[in-house]
């Protein structure tokens, strides 16, 4: 995934991957807590992933997706 030199939203990012179909539902989903990243619950809906990190997403119980931010 290519971000800008900060870095880019956590809602942006599970959007552009394809894990949510909009960043309002990825906004809706880390309020639920149905976002983990590397395998922690995610509370942060302000979280910016920076550049050079390699994650991996999971949306719901299925959805999973390995994430590197360039």
């Given amino acids: 995934m290519h971000a800008g030199s900060a870095g880019i939203a956590i809602a942006n ?7 949510t179909a909009s960043t309002s539902e990825a906004l809706r ?5 149905g976002v983990k990243l590397d395998g922690q ?3 942060d ?8 990190n390699e994650v991996v997403l999971q949306v719901g119980k299925r959805k999973f997706a ?3 931010v360039t």
Avoid at 45 to 52: C, D, E, F, I, N
């Fill in 29 to 33: 989903m880390i309020a639920q807590g």
């Fill in 66 to 68: 390995r994430v590197k």
């Fill in 41 to 43: 619950k995610l509370s």
């Fill in 45 to 52: 809906k302000a979280l910016t992933l920076a550049t050079g």
């Fill in 13 to 19: 990012l599970l959007k552009e991957v394809g894990l």
